[in-house]
């Protein structure tokens, strides 16, 4: 890793197109920001053989005028994992990014991991590979490096649209697929049928919500856990109806001790307990400081001790999935959805 100058910090900003940034606002990029080493990178290997980069780019709620600009700093940067979904409506915008970086020689497209999701609309099996094509369009990619299904809906029986997607892989159009908010029962149901089994399983998963014992079963049935709104998804509070005074893992004061005593930002260690926990990690920032900041936890770990602190916060799930919850269905609980 190396340490930024100001100099550097000004002509790395100036070839991302951005401003200089403020005196003020320096300070803190310097304090933060670092060349990322790639021959340090964590990745895990999926059943498929193949590996994932344990820290990726979210892209939830990066709107279309600035997930653009995001996505090519987060590469220049070192990032190879960039997360993605048709019902962001902004993949259009992520496509832009890549060919940017394509054909500016920045990276390869064999060097990156893109994964893209199967929108509930889309579930019917006729409709979804209609879908892949439509993301894999807006990406302007040929294949998608993981494919999800984003919920767990119930109509079509979740089998039908998994051998749609199983087709999907067997065309090279996803290199591996895999689900998303799936719950242990849906998991061995899906499991006991299932050709391809699913190589991911992206849920929540932050010290508020660990979903321990999710983690523990894929991890024995060879599924890879990807933990999403690492850092308690704040920015979605009036989206998700959870009132304002709703705790959050970035404000905790045992989160903020552990960070003083180790020099990190919150942020990170929040990330780092992902990455130590073997999963891999989607922070989404569209701030360049931030992004370097939330990518530099991979040369350092969280002890032993601090991690059992971190391990007995309060639980709080903080996208509940209410909106698939109603008396005409596709759910008529919380807990049969996340079941």
Known sequence: EVQWSRQTCDRVRRQLHLRPLSSTKMATALGTARIFDLTKMLTAKLSTGTHIPLVGLGTWKSARGEVKDAVITAVKLGYRHIDCAAVYQNEGEVGEA??????????????????????????????????ARQTLKDLQLEYMDLYLIHWPLIDPPIIDTWRAMEALSDKGLAKAIGVSNFGIKKLT????????????????AHPYNRNSELLEWCTAHGIHLTAYSPLGSGDSAAMMGRADSTPSPLADPVVAQIAESLGKTTGQILIRWACQRGTSVLPKSVKPERIASNLDVQTWSIPEDMMAKLNNLQQIRMLPGTFLVKPSGPFESVTELWA
Do not use: M
């Open 98 to 131: 890549l060919q940017e970086l394509f054909k500016s020689g920045v990276v390869k497209r064999e060097d990156l991991w893109i994964t893209s999701k199967l929108w509930n609309s889309e579930h019917a099996p006729e409709k979804v590979e209609k879908a």
């Open 189 to 204: 149901a899906l499991l006991a049928e299932a050709r391809i089994p699913p190589a991911v399983n992206q849920v929540e």
